[in-house]
Structure formats: C-alpha cells, structure tokens
Nanobody
Framework: QVQLVESGGGLVQPGGSLRLSCAAA????????MGWYRQTPGKERELVAAIISGGSTNYADSVKGRFTISRDNAKNTVYLQMNSLKPDDTAAYYC????????????????WGQGTQVAVSP
C-alpha cells in the first residue's frame, strides 16, 4: 500500500503565507505526478497545482503567481508554498500522488492524503 501524510495547514491572516508538505511512503516504485487539490463544503474538489516527475508544473488560474509547487524526489515529498493568501483560499487541501507500486509493472494508481485545513481570516 501507499500512504500520503500531509502537514502544514492552519489559520493565517489575509496576505500571509503557509507551506504544505506531503510525504508518500510504502511500496513505491515510481511516482509519476504529485499534486494538491482543495475542497470547500458543497463544492467539487478542484486542482490547485500539480508537478510531474520531469518537473513540469500546472496551476489553477486563481493561484498563479501566489502558490509554488515543488517536489523532492529523493524524499517522495511534495510541497506547496502559499503566499499572499486570500479568504477565498480557505479550504481543505488534499495531496494526490499517481504511483506505480512495486510489482505493478507500468500500471499507476491514484492515492490521496487525509486532508489538511487551511483557513484565511482576519
């Protein structure tokens, strides 16, 4: 199995910063991509940012220029640096990893973290 453990959420004032971390552990052969999604009550989960194994990144328009995703391949860890936070960024943030497990050949599976809450409020 594969486990994703997130950390770094919390309460911050508008304009502040937070850094989220997500470490993947388990029977991992390769991680093809990692990303962060967020969800608020009554809304669908949406992509915030993603990074593939080659280093290419993708961001939601609403966070471009404010958030930065990065990855430490040696530690199977992805980070999300969030700057200039706004109240609209308040949500539960979920880490996602597309993983090829040991012994699975080339077949990949998606795994999710348990979520970490980010609240932006005066």
């Amino acid at each position: 199995q594969v486990q994703l453990v997130e950390s770094g959420g919390g309460l911050v004032q508008p304009g502040g910063s937070l850094r989220l971390s997500c470490a993947a552990a388990g029977s991992i052969f390769r991680i093809n991509a990692m990303g962060w999604y967020r969800q608020t009550p009554g809304k669908e989960r949406e992509l915030v940012a993603a990074i593939i194994s080659g280093g290419s990144t993708n961001y939601a328009d609403s966070v471009k220029g404010r958030f930065t995703i990065s990855r430490d391949n040696a530690k199977n860890t992805v980070y999300l640096q969030m700057n200039s936070l706004k109240p609209d960024d308040t949500a539960a943030y979920y880490c996602n990893a597309r993983v090829i497990r040991l012994g699975d050949g080339s077949r990949s599976s998606d795994y999710w973290g348990q979520g970490t809450q980010v609240a932006v409020s005066p």
